[in-house]
């Protein structure tokens, strides 16, 4: 499979355009042009001599989408392709603000979140910063969204896999969303969800960038939590929460907490009492979602009230609580569901 050239830094293209004999300036160009949604073969400032050379070596379309699915509530889910014809999925949630696309950073994951369908086939490889970068691409231009008028105003990692088991390209991603040059993300219009990783949210928090960190918490304690994430087995409550702190402290951003509410599993009142005094120290958001459901499993969402009552404990110790409903839930909104469906119908053809 050739190199996707979405992955060159700037400096990485003047390199490569100095071994070709081909002036330095043209790396601005070519950057500028791949972020605005063009490949190879549509960009008019390089000559056509270049464009072969450069499409002998190098793909220049690594994600494409290929099918689009809207939900009655404006999420839009997409089916991504790679070159190599795996498959990946994105979510578009529209609000008032803009438009937020969930991105993936793996196809398939191998931290087995019982809750999630991301993970029931295991890992099959990291995605390359190129390839995460164009899934934003794609997006902002199927939204007729382009550099000078990008309609995907946020980014969220947190679609098929976990990226901090993809440290490395993930670093390489937000080196490419936040360039100058290209579609110039703001850091603090990225977020990052993690189920965890103690040992890379500590590297993280010291490699300088001010992206928002969430974190799949969804359970008070880790007995709960280990029931449901095999992760938790890895990494302890106390040691995440005080690498949590520790991110704020070296980044000044505020930690938001997802807890996805499943009924009888962490949704009880105890539950919340006991989230509830761990987190009262922290500088957080606790953000309770509803259960997408998941028919490979059990587990049920919540009645609304249920959430409510949770809601009212946590904020009864002055936690900042807000509620998400479920979005994309007539599309198979959940992580991994869409592709999970579309693989299985390939391999009965």
């Known amino acids: 499979m050739k190199e996707d050239i979405l992955s060159k830094s700037i400096d990485e293209l003047k390199e490569l355009l100095v ?5 330095k300036y043209r790396a601005e160009q070519i950057f500028y042009e791949l972020q605005n949604g063009k490949t190879l073969d549509e960009i008019t ?12 070596s190098f793909e220049d379309k690594p994600v494409q989408i290929e099918t689009v699915k809207k939900s009655t509530d ?16 994105g979510v578009l949630m529209s609000y008032k603000f803009g438009h937020t696309l969930c991105v993936s950073t793996q196809v398939g994951c191998r931290m087995g979140c019982k809750f999630c369908a991301s993970g029931l086939d295991g890992l099959v490889r990291n995605l390359t910063g190129g390839e995460i970068m164009a899934q934003v691409i794609v997006a902002n231009k199927h939204l007729l969204g382009d550099i000078k008028e990008r309609k995907v105003t946020n980014i969220v990692l947190m679609g098929s896999g976990e990226p901090l088991d993809n440290y490395d390209n993930i670093m390489k991603f937000l080196a490419l969303a936040t360039d100058k040059h290209g579609l110039y993300f703001s850091e603090r219009n990225i977020s990052l969800s993690t189920c965890g990783l103690v040992d890379k949210i500590y590297e993280l928090a ?23 994430m095999p992760i938790s087995k890895a990494y302890k409550m106390n040691d995440l929460l005080s690498a949590c702190k520790y991110y704020f402290e070296k980044t000044n951003r505020r930690i938001l907490f997802e807890y996805i509410m499943i009924n009888n599993v962490n949704s009880k009142k105890e539950h919340a009492l006991e989230l509830a005094k761990k987190l009262s120290k922290l500088n957080c958001i606790v953000n309770l979602i509803n259960l997408n459901e998941v028919k490979e ?10 959430i409510d009552n949770f809601a009212k404990v946590l904020k009864s110790y002055g936690i900042n609580v807000t509620t998400r409903r479920s979005l994309g839930g007539d599309i198979d909104g959940a992580c991994g569901q869409l592709r999970r469906k579309f693989i299985k119908k390939e391999e009965e053809k």
């Open 19 to 23: 071994k070709l004999n081909q002036p």
């Open 45 to 56: 400032t390089i000559s056509k001599e270049l464009i072969a050379k450069l499409g002998e």
């Open 74 to 89: 404006g999420t839009q889910k997409f089916l991504f392709k790679l070159a190599d014809g795996n498959i990946i999925e």
């Open 206 to 228: 010291d490699s300088g960038r001010q992206i928002n960190l969430c974190l799949s918490l969804h359970a008070p304690n880790d007995t709960v939590r280990s029931e449901i």
């Open 297 to 306: 499993n059990n587990f049920k969402s919540c009645k609304p009230e249920v």
